[in-house]
């Protein structure tokens, strides 16, 4: 498998061009305040708006290519493009082959200069007053489970851009093989996980329960696996139908009574492989096949229910929210649920926008998923009884409502009421979470 | 008789790219590469350095063995390619060996051009293109007291400032009427010349030799002006011309180099060519041209390998624009595109204070022709990419005029995002 690295990412929205970047890079590179040092260059492009000259430690570097003393070389480990100084001879050709400006002259210097991410812990990104500068080490996460062994077997047919292929095959590989895997009725067992034509979609056990009955067939399975004296994880992956409608009766019990058992709800705001029908978590003004838009209707017309809301205030050991365009942060909490599993319920809420279902281009799949966040359509957050309610992604400064509606073809023809009717539900459901971080935060200090 | 599904003749920056570039997308292919010089890969652009002493000829290897190995690369060195029978797809080397191949790429670069001057070939005379040329010449300047170098192109120019920083008197002849002709202008090389001059090294431009005679153990070059200058080391550094003997036989086009079209592929079915050793599109008007210089050698290279290995992502080349970057006595010439004016171009020339830098910027329209700059950094590789893509510099002209580093730094991050 082949390898991935970390990088420096540029958010020139947030860049105000205070140059403390710079600073830091000058002061830990050489030691002075003199920019001529500095190997981040933030170029104001006028009206405020700030770009930025860097090395992007390039997967097909051309100063490495261009390189005629072989100064340069990418390092396997760590991605970086290394540069020694005692077989460069200056002859500025790696300039040539850089469209970034990424290795540059500078007289006062008096040879090229690069980024070499200070080792993996960079200056410019630690001062950055403004999180313009983010150092990305998701990196890390495909080269850890990249290696792992892909439980699902190949060839599983999702529809095109769904992310909960990419959601499951993530997830199993990390909980690992001493699982036995619960697949309701849904677009999962639809994809082929459960089997077809005779054969196994999952290398580990793997069973189809009724829409109903999930959380407590695991439920009884892990009581006789205990008895067993085997440590073996009892993993739901099941739709929001299957989670908030048709199976919260067994869900709740489960919960209530904290049975050890992860359930992981894919939430696509609808049964979505049967036709596109309404469920309880399908957000208002969404068309769906039963809430269609005509003379009358104008799609959904109730709220979808909050449900790991409504699983936070039940017994579980442990409860988040996730979305796959934010891999690290569901990695995080992935661990703790695993954890918290082995004592009680683990219930993780992850959101799984549906190209088909939702119309959009399924190439947009990750864009969606991103803005949902970014404009407060969800919010990443995780519950633990000791330590209550915290925001893992919080977003103070949201994109615009319309941002997110207007990528999804289910919110097409909504009007002015409605969006802004959406407006104020998402205002007000960060407002009422808020409370709740901020009462645990107020308890912990106190 | 050999087999391999790739065969690579050459094992310098456009064989290297190519190897490269087909093990991106064909990571089980047969891939052979074959190669005249005895030793790992190096460039020719390093042998400068060498002869000055800042580099040592074991530091500047471009691979080692354990590349060749990771790659699956069959690596074979001290062959030379002899002749191609492109009908039957199989080459021959000077030793005797044949293989026979499926595609063939052909990167055997380029060889001094040696003047027609009368009487050279019967005096000693120095060239610089292989590590064994470096250290004959190293060598050499070591105990050189007078100096003669016929070419002040890059090559001459790197050999006159080593001769002159090792103590000799030097004598720079050079048929055009200034150094580096075609990548500064008369203004731009007059500032060069001036530093070696400086340096105590005689610049003879617009001069040609007429005949080169032995004196003791060197010789003596005859100037057109009936001058003769004495030398105990002799410099043939006036071009170079591709190295294509091998295709003497026929059954592939050449011109001056292997004529390719833009993906690298010769006339002949199997057979590219990449380097210094093909003769492809010229960025400007599209003629094809030698451009005989490493960073097109590179690209030129991984089209050709991508091409090879039939890599869907491949990309036509765009054509080759003049690139130059140079180093002398501590300053930098850097030179991208164009630097003529004429019919349709705005000049916008500056010269620093007291002489001591200097900047051309050639447009046409709205479009970046070229830059030439010395001791005024700018970043080639994106006054590159600005020609390349004829970026529209309308709304930040004057921006650019003034301030081509920090104007382009911005244009060339705008365009990433
Ligand atoms: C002294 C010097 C300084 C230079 N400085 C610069 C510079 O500053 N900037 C710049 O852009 N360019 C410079 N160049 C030019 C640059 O080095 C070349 O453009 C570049 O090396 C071309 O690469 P290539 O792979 O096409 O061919 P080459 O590098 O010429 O390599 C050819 C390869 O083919 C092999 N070969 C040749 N004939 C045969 C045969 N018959 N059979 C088998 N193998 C064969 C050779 O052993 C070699 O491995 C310089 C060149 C020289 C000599």
Redesign the pocket.
Request: proline share 10%; charged share 10%; hydrophobic share 35%.
């Given at each position: 498998m082949g390898k991935s690295f970390n990088t420096i990412q540029f958010h020139a929205d947030r860049c105000d061009g205070c140059g403390d970047c710079m600073t830091a890079c000058a002061q830990a590179k050489a030691g002075t305040d003199d920019l001529a040092q500095s190997r981040i260059r933030i170029v104001p492009a006028g009206g405020g708006v700030y770009e930025l000259a860097l090395c992007r430690q390039c997967g097909d570097p051309k100063c490495v290519m261009n390189c005629?003393s072989g100064a340069l070389t990418k390092n396997a480990a760590t991605g970086v493009i290394d540069w020694d100084w005692g077989k460069c001879v200056n002859?500025l050709?790696c300039t040539v082959g850089c469209a970034y400006a990424g290795i540059v002259f500078e007289a006062e210097v008096g040879h090229v200069t690069k980024c070499d991410t200070c080792d993996g812990d960079p200056a410019c990104v630690k001062v950055c007053p403004h999180g313009a500068l983010e150092y990305k080490t998701v990196a890390g996460i495909f080269n850890e489970y990249g290696d792992k062994e892909d439980l699902f077997a190949p060839g599983l047919s999702a529809c095109q851009g769904c992310n909960s292929e990419l959601l499951i095959r993530h997830t199993l590989r990390k909980v690992g093989p001493e699982t036995v895997v619960a697949a309701p009725p849904g677009c999962i067992p639809g994809m082929g996980t459960v089997g077809y034509n005779g054969k196994t979609g999952c290398k580990v056990p793997i069973f189809h329960p009724l829409l109903t009955n999930t959380a407590s067939m695991l439920a009884g399975l892990k009581k006789q696996y205990n008895r067993m004296g085997r440590d073996v994880t009892m993993l739901a992956l099941a739709g929001d139908g299957g989670t908030a409608d048709v199976g919260f009766q067994s869900l709740s019990g489960a919960a209530e009574r904290n049975d050890q058992m992860l359930f992981v709800c894919v939430d696509n705001e609808g049964y979505m492989n049967t036709g596109m029908q309404a469920s309880g978590a399908t957000s208002f003004g969404s068309w769906t096949s039963t809430t269609p838009v005509g003379s009358a209707m104008k799609g959904k017309s109730t709220e979808a229910k909050n449900l790991p809301v409504v699983m936070m205030m039940h017994n579980c050991s442990y409860v988040a929210t996730a979305s796959t365009a934010f891999l690290e942060d569901y990695y995080a909490k992935l661990e703790k649920a695993i954890e918290a599993s082995k004592h009680g319920m683990a219930y993780l809420h992850v959101y799984a926008p549906c190209p088909t279902g939702w119309r959009f281009s399924s190439a947009m799949t990750t864009q969606v998923c991103r803005m949902q966040v970014l404009s407060n359509f969800v919010t990443l957050w995780e519950f633990e009884p000791g330590r209550g309610l915290r925001f893992t992604h919080p977003v103070d400064r949201p994109r615009t409502i319309e941002e997110y509606l207007k990528l999804i073809g289910k919110y097409k023809h909504l009007e002015p009421e409605q969006v802004a009717h959406i407006r104020k539900s998402v205002h007000d459901k960060v407002a009422f979470l808020k409370r709740f971080a901020a009462a645990d935060a107020a308890a912990a200090a106190g | 008789m050999r087999n391999s599904k790739y065969l690579i003749?050459?094992?310098?920056?456009?064989?290297l790219e190519a190897a490269a570039a087909i093990r991106m997308q064909d990571p089980d292919g047969a891939l052979a590469m074959?190669?005249?010089?005895t030793r790992l890969?190096y460039?020719?652009?390093i042998?400068?350095y060498v002869v000055s002493g800042r580099s040592e000829p074991e530091r500047i290897l471009l691979r080692d063995e354990a590349w060749f190995a990771d790659n699956a690369i069959g690596f074979v060195r001290g062959?030379?390619?002899a002749a191609v029978d492109a009908a039957a797809r199989t080459a021959r080397f000077a030793s005797g060996a044949e293989w026979r191949y499926e595609k063939l790429l052909l990167?055997?670069?380029?060889a001094p051009a040696i003047p027609p001057v009368k009487g050279l070939a019967e005096v000693p005379f120095h060239v610089?293109?292989?590590m064994d040329d470096a250290v004959r010449l190293r060598d050499a300047i070591a105990t050189a007291r007078r100096a003669v170098v016929l070419g002040a192109g890059?090559?001459g120019m790197?050999a006159a400032e080593n001769l002159a920083k090792a103590g000799a008197a030097v004598t720079v002849v050079e048929m055009q009427a200034q150094v580096l002709p075609g990548y500064f202008e008369p203004d731009a090389a007059r500032m060069i010349e001036r530093a070696f001059a400086a340096k105590g090294v005689t610049m003879e431009m617009g001069r040609t030799v007429t005949a080169a005679e032995p004196r003791g153990q060197g010789c003596a070059v005859i100037l057109d002006d009936g001058r003769a200058i004495e030398a105990d080391l002799l410099l043939v550094s006036t071009g170079v011309k591709p190295?294509m003997a091998?295709l003497a036989g026929g059954g592939v086009d050449t011109d001056r180099g292997i004529l390719v079209d833009d993906r690298m592929r010769s006339s002949a079915p199997g057979i590219w060519a990449?380097?210094?050793?093909a003769q492809a599109r010229g960025f400007y008007d599209g003629a094809k041209v030698v451009a005989?210089?490493?960073?097109?050698?590179v690209e030129q290279?991984r089209i050709a390998g991508m091409d090879m290995a039939e890599d869907e992502g491949v990309k036509s080349f765009p054509g080759s624009v003049p690139?130059?970057?140079?180093t002398f006595f501590g300053q930098q010439a850097i030179s991208v595109g164009l630097s003529a004016g004429g019919e349709g171009r705005e000049v916008h020339e500056t010269v620093g204070e007291g002489g001591k830098s200097y900047r051309r910027i050639v447009l046409e329209g709205d479009r970046l022709r070229g830059v030439s700059a010395i001791n005024d950094f700018v970043d080639a590789g994106i006054m590159w990419q600005l020609v390349l893509r004829q970026v529209d510099l309308s709304a930040v002209k004057a921006d650019f005029v003034a301030r081509p580093l920090e104007t382009g730094r911005m244009l060339m991050s705008r365009i990433w995002r």
């Open positions: 005629p002859c050709l | 003749v050459g094992s310098s920056h456009a064989a074959v190669t005249r010089d890969p460039s020719p652009t042998l400068p062959e030379t390619l990167a055997t670069g380029a610089l293109r292989s890059l090559i790197h190295e091998y990449a380097g210094d050793v005989g210089i490493l960073p097109n050698a290279g690139l130059n970057t140079y």
